[in-house]
C-alpha cells in the first residue's frame, strides 16, 4: 500500500503571529485548531486523531478536554525536533489509510517569544527530550548550548570544505525577506532587508548573524488531514499528500559527531522517499516551502532535497532564482526567518494556501501544482512532503 | 563527579553546568580524572566510537573498553559565540567552541577561551590539558599548540 494520494489537507487555521502575547501555547493550539476545524467545515466532533506537537508540549488529552472529541482513536507525536510537524503528516496519513481514523487534527507553535526563548537559553525552552543526553553530557558542558552554536559550527565546516561565503547565507535572508514584505501576517512585513545590512547584522554564533536566525514568535498553526475521498467533498479545494517522507541519518545525537556535518543527512533520505512516493524530482517543483531555522539550514537543504549537488547550494542562490519570479521560489510567506518560526507549520499552510490560491496576488506562485515541504530538526533529521491540488 | 551545581562564592567565579554523568560514561570522566582521555574500543571488532553507547554500531558487541588516546588532534570545525548563552561564558565573549578531531579519528567539543577568536582556523592543531572548572571538577581542555 503506498500513501500516495491517499490523504490530503482539508482544513487550515492560524493565530496571528506576535511578538507578545497574553495567550498560553495551549490556548494558542485552540485558537488555531478551531479555526482549521472551521475551515474544514467539520465539527470538532467529527476529528478522531490528534498529534499534538513535541516542542509545544502539549497532549491529546488537553484537545479531549477543551474540544470534547468524543471519538477520538488516535493520537501521537513525533518526537524529531523542527522536522516532526512534516513527519506528523505522514503518521497521521498512515492512520487515516489504515482505517484507524478519519479527520486528524495536527498543531505546532508556541509562546517562543513570551515564553523562556531559545536564543537565550536551552533550559526550559522547550520540553526535555532524550535525543540530548549526549549533547547534555559531552558539549553543553563546553558552552556549546544553543541551537545557533550547533549550526554555526555545520555552516563553518561547509565554508571551509566548499567556500561557501556569509554573503551566501545574506542572498537567502534577503530573498525570503522580500517575501515577508508582501506577506501582512509576517512579522517582518514592513521590515526590508538589503544584503548590507545583513553583513552588518551582529555576529550571533560566528558565522551567524541576527539575519541568519529565525524569528522567536508567539502563534499557532493548525491542519486538518483527511482522506482525499472527503476532501472532494469538501468547501475548499483540498491539497493531496502526494509523496511524504522521513529520515534520521546517524548518529542522530550530534552534529559534531556526524561523518559529514555540511550534509543534512536526514532531509537527503526523507526526500528520496517522498519524491519517489510522489512520482516527481526536483525538476517538477513549482515552490519549495524549506525549514529555515537558520540561512545555512536552507543552502544545504537545497543540496539535501536535490535541487542542486553538494557544495552548489551558494551557486544556486547566486541570482535571483529563489525569489519569486525565480526558477524555485523559496518560502513564499517569509518562512520562519522573517514570517514567523512556527515549528515549521506556517510553511505547510502556507503551501496550502498557494495551491488553494488564497494568497496576496504579488505572493500567488503562477500555475502553483506541487510543492515540495521540507523539515529540519533536531541535529539534521528530516522529513519532506509534496503537494498537489486534489483532483 | 559530581551533578550538584555548587552556588557562586561570593565574588568567585560562576559555576559551569556540570555534565549528567551516567555508569556507562563513567570510564571517560575516570579517566579525566587521572589527566587523560579515553574512549569506549569495541572489544570484538575494535572500533573506537564516542560519544559513549552499549553496543558497537558496527558488529553490534556489547562489551568494551576504554582506550586512553594520545590527546593530540586538529580542529575540524568552530563556532565563535557573541553572546554568553549561559552566564558562565558571560565574561569571554567572545569566545571559540571547537570541534576536536583527535588522531585515533573520534571527535570532542570544547570552549577555547584562550584561543584568539580572529586567528582560529579549521585544521590547526591542539593538544589536551586538564583543568579544575567552576562547578565541574576537572575537565579536558585542548590548547592550539601552532
Redesign the interface.
Known amino acids: 500500500m503506498s500513501l500516495h494520494a491517499q490523504t490530503a489537507i482539508i482544513g487550515v487555521g492560524q493565530t496571528p503571529f506576535t511578538r507578545g502575547t497574553e495567550a498560553s501555547t495551549l490556548e494558542l493550539h485552540l485558537q488555531a485548531a478551531r479555526e482549521a476545524i472551521a475551515d474544514a467545515g467539520l465539527r470538532p466532533a467529527d476529528i478522531d486523531g490528534v498529534m499534538p506537537n513535541e516542542l509545544a508540549g502539549t497532549v491529546a488529552e488537553d484537545f479531549i478536554l477543551n474540544l470534547g472529541l468524543p471519538e477520538l482513536a488516535f493520537s501521537s507525536t513525533i518526537r524529531t525536533g523542527g522536522a516532526s510537524f512534516v513527519s506528523a503528516i505522514q503518521s497521521a496519513a498512515l492512520a487515516i489509510a489504515g482505517g484507524v481514523a478519519k479527520n486528524v487534527l495536527l498543531v505546532a507553535g508556541r509562546r517562543g517569544y513570551s515564553a523562556q526563548r531559545v ?4 533550559e526550559g525552552a522547550i520540553p526535555p527530550h532524550p535525543v540530548m ?2 549533547v ?11 541551537a545557533s ?1 550547533w549550526f ?3 555552516a ?2 561547509h565554508m ?1 570544505e566548499y567556500g561557501t561565503t556569509s554573503e551566501d547565507f545574506g542572498r537567502i535572508a534577503v530573498a525570503i525577506r522580500g517575501h515577508a514584505n508582501l506577506n501582512p501576517r509576517a512579522l517582518m512585513h514592513e521590515k526590508p532587508l538589503s544584503l548590507e545590512q545583513h553583513q552588518s547584522s ?7 548573524r541576527l539575519f541568519d536566525c529565525s524569528l522567536e514568535t508567539d502563534g499557532a498553526t493548525a491542519i486538518v488531514l483527511s482522506s482525499t475521498a472527503r476532501a472532494r467533498d469538501g468547501a475548499k479545494p483540498g491539497v493531496s499528500i502526494l509523496g511524504v517522507g522521513e529520515g534520521h541519518g ?2 542522530p ?2 552534529i ?2 556526524k561523518r559529514d ?1 555540511t550534509r543534512i543527512e536526514g532531509l537527503e533520505i526523507a526526500a528520496r522517499r517522498a519524491y519517489a512516493m510522489a512520482g516527481v524530482g526536483p525538476g517538477d517543483i513549482d515552490t519549495a516551502q524549506i525549514y529555515d531555522g537558520f540561512t545555512w539550514v536552507v543552502l544545504a537543504s537545497l543540496e539535501a532535497l536535490g535541487f542542486c549537488g553538494p557544495g552548489e547550494g551558494r551557486d544556486f542562490v547566486a541570482d535571483d532564482r529563489i525569489a519569486l519570479g525565480g526558477a524555485l521560489p523559496l518560502n513564499t510567506s517569509g518562512g520562519l526567518l522573517s514570517e514567523g518560526h512556527c515549528s515549521g507549520a506556517n510553511l505547510v499552510s502556507e503551501a496550502v494556501r498557494q495551491l488553494r490560491r488564497e494568497v496576496e496576488p504579488e505572493r500567488q506562485v503562477p500555475d502553483c501544482e506541487c510543492v515540495l515541504v521540507s523539515g529540519e530538526g533536531d541535529f539534521h533529521e528530516g522529513a519532506a512532503l509534496v503537494l498537489g491540488r486534489t483532483p | 563527579m559530581s551533578s550538584e551545581q555548587p552556588s557562586r562564592a561570593p565574588d568567585g567565579p560562576l559555576p ?7 555508569e556507562l ?1 563513567q570510564g571517560f570522566w575516570d579517566a579525566v580524572g587521572r589527566g587523560e582521555l579515553a574512549v569506549q574500543r569495541c572489544t570484538t571488532c575494535g572500533l573506537l566510537r ?2 559513549p553507547q552499549p553496543l558497537c ?1 558496527e558488529c553490534l558487541g556489547d562489551e568494551h573498553d576504554w582506550q586512553a588516546l594520545c590527546g593530540r588532534g586538529e580542529i ?8 554568553a ?2 552566564p ?2 558571560r565574561e569571554h565573549v ?2 571559540v ?1 571547537a ?1 576536536i578531531e583527535l588522531e585515533e579519528g573520534v ?5 577555547l577561551l584562550d584561543a584568539d ?1 580572529d586567528a582560529i582556523a ?1 585544521g590547526q592543531r591542539v593538544e589536551a590539558r586538564f583543568a579544575e572548572l567552576p562547578g ?1 571538577g576537572r ?1 579536558p581542555r585542548f590548547e592550539v599548540i601552532e
Open positions: 536564543s537565550l537559553t536551552s543526553r549526549h547534555d553530557e559531552f558539549e553543553r558542558p563546553f558552552g556549546n548550548t544553543v552554536q554555526a559550527q555545520a563553518r565546516r571551509h551582529p555576529l550571533i554564533a560566528d558565522p551567524l546517524s548518529p545525537t550530534s559534531t559527531q556535518m | 559551569r553546568p556540570a555534565p549528567p554523568t551516567t560514561s564516542h560519544y554500531p575540524y570545525s568552530y563556532t565563535v559565540a557573541h553572546r548563552f549561559h558562565a561564558w567572545p569566545y567552541i570541534t571527535r570532542m567539543v570544547c570552549d577568536p579549521i565541574q575537565m
